[in-house]
């Protein structure tokens, strides 16, 4: 078993710098693979000239469409597995981490313990918020429709939860999106779950694809990063994507009509309360 990582870039090669001065200075040794889908030939050039400012680091550049979250990363999986790694490190740009190694070591043992272990992940912090965006509850339909129509009240019972599951190791449902160890063969060979999903929702398909194979999935919170960015909740970004994402994922795993229908009326409805809630907290 071997191990890279896999850089996701659109349009943030500042980040990616400071990731990889850090990763030189610490003399990290995998293939790291550097896919950009930000379809910007300005931004492809300087990629390349900060690639060039770290020859210590083994670096490869995969250019592709902008095709949303998923399809860039397995872009750059696709590209480790055929250098023959058999695991990779799925990473944002703005996280940071002060020991790259311990980290990668830490979770790719739970994968050298476990044949049917999926996906690992740490904890993940936001510097000035203290939200801990990992692990991730089981999606269940009924249990979702009841937060999308009690939002926001749901809202802080949800955050209860998260922060209490990250306060210790073990099996979970899903990790967040932003730093995690995934085994390459199982993610390609489960990519169709993933068609027409752009954006956001991507950690809940694979807790579902886990939980239809009997897999395994890992938190492990003695280790830690940081993702230097507000909770996602504050984007406009958020509000364009999560909500068809999330219709589009119930329906990949759910097959009664009327409980979908009614799920994609709560999800519209919780986002209906967001923005009268975002308008008012703005005057």
């Known amino acids: 078993m071997k191990t890279g990582l896999v850089i996701l ?17 610490q003399k990290l040794s995998q293939l ?20 060039s400012k770290f020859p210590e680091l083994q670096i490869q550049l995969e250019k592709t469409s902008n095709n ?3 399809q860039g990363n397995l872009t750059g999986i696709k590209a480790l597995y055929n250098s023959l790694v058999t695991h990779a490190f799925i990473l944002n740009p703005d996280v940071s981490c ?20 999926f996906i690992t992940g740490p904890k993940i912090t936001i510097p000035g918020f203290s939200i801990v965006s990992s692990p991730i509850i089981p999606f269940l339909l009924w249990r979702e429709i009841l937060y999308n129509l009690f939002f926001p009240f749901s809202n802080p019972v949800l955050k209860y939860f998260h922060t209490h599951l990250s306060k210790k190791s073990g099996k979970v449902f899903a990790v967040e999106g932003s730093a995690f160890i995934v085994d390459c063969k199982k993610t390609i060979d489960n990519q169709s779950y993933f068609d027409n999903i752009f954006l956001y929702g991507e ?6 694809i886990a939980q239809k194979n009997n897999w395994n999935i890992y938190f492990d919170n003695s280790v830690e990063v940081r993702h230097h960015h507000p909770p996602g909740e504050t984007s406009p970004v958020y509000d364009k994507y999560l909500p068809l994402s999330y219709i589009k994922i119930a329906k990949k795993f759910y097959s009664n009509k009327f409980v979908i229908a009614l799920f994609a009326f709560s999800v519209r409805h919780r986002f209906r309360i967001r923005k009268t809630l975002t308008r008012i907290m703005k005057k």
């Open 98 to 117: 002060d020991n790259w190694d311990e980290l990668i070591t830490t979770l790719f043992s739970y994968f050298q313990k476990d044949t049917n272990c």
């Open 9 to 25: 870039n659109h349009k943030n090669s500042n980040w990616i710098e400071k990731q990889l001065q850090a990763m030189q200075e």
């Open 68 to 70: 949303g979250y998923f």
């Open 203 to 208: 950690e809940t398909v694979f807790g579902k």
């Open 32 to 51: 790291i693979c550097i896919v950009d889908n930000s379809e910007d030939a300005s931004e492809l050039l300087r990629l390349k000239e900060i690639i």
